[in-house]
């Protein structure tokens, strides 16, 4: 079945540094890949998202591209800052109707320090 | 615009009780969803509807019962709550293809 693998947190990093997480996903065909974010104490927001190949998705310093190649949809954010301390989920919606399951991965908590 | 209600925020129950999470929408969307959140397992899927009148299992839908009978709607029922049904339980709406609306989430504990 469709399946959504994202690096291990927790992820530390001081205010600046250059972010990656790493997203890879299993699927049928060419499903639309999500990124969302979970402030503390918040429900899950959507960050950025791409619906095929080569697409870059972009929101508020954050970037991904979607690799067809090889099944990724990296998040990467050039300069973090304190603000950006969340939960970060990697999903992907299969193409296939008649299911609701948008399948996520199982998070990775970043805190970034002053 | 409300977007996803849920409520309560927070509930505490003793094993064997029952109750009713609410989740109520004012975009018309025709999908919705409860998630359930645990530490290190990401979101699994609950139950889910596409639409008033039709839900569906998820992942893990032992021990819940929705039903849909309006758009608007779709409340999430623990039949005689466990401690392994302590959670934080989100309810999430779509239409269409784009992506799904999430609501704040109910964090529920069951000693």
């Known amino acids: 079945g469709d399946s959504v693998t994202q690096m291990e947190g927790p992820v530390t990093l001081s205010e600046e540094a250059f972010l990656t997480i790493n997203c890879t996903y299993t699927a049928t065909g060419y499903p639309s890949l999500f990124w969302y974010v979970q402030y503390p104490g918040e429900g899950l927001q959507l960050l950025l998202k791409?619906?095929?190949?080569?697409d870059k998705g972009s929101n508020k310093g954050f970037e991904a591209t979607y690799r067809k190649e090889t099944t990724s949809f990296h998040l990467e954010k050039g300069s973090v800052q304190v603000s950006d301390s969340a939960v970060y989920f990697c999903?992907?919606?299969?193409?296939?109707?008649?299911?609701?399951?948008?399948?996520f991965g199982k998070g990775t908590k970043l805190t970034v320090n002053p | 615009n409300a977007g996803v209600t849920q409520t309560p925020k927070f509930q505490v129950l003793k094993t064997g009780q029952s109750m009713t999470l609410q989740c109520a929408q004012d975009?018309?969307?025709?999908?919705m969803s409860w998630y359930r959140q645990d530490p290190g397992m990401g979101l699994r899927l609950i139950h889910y509807s596409v639409g008033a009148g039709i839900t569906d299992q998820g992942e893990v839908p032992n021990g819940y019962n929705v039903s849909r009978s309006t758009t608007e709607d779709f409340p999430l029922r623990l039949l005689s709550a466990a401690p392994s049904q302590t959670s934080v339980y989100f309810c999430?709406?779509?239409?269409?293809?784009?992506?799904?609306?999430f609501g704040d989430g109910t964090r529920l504990s069951i000693l």
């Open positions: 791409a619906t095929k190949a080569d």
């Open positions: 975009m018309n969307h025709e999908y």
């Open positions: 999903a992907l919606m299969p193409i296939q109707g008649g299911s609701e399951k948008l399948v």
């Open positions: 999430a709406t779509r239409q269409g293809n784009q992506p799904q609306h």
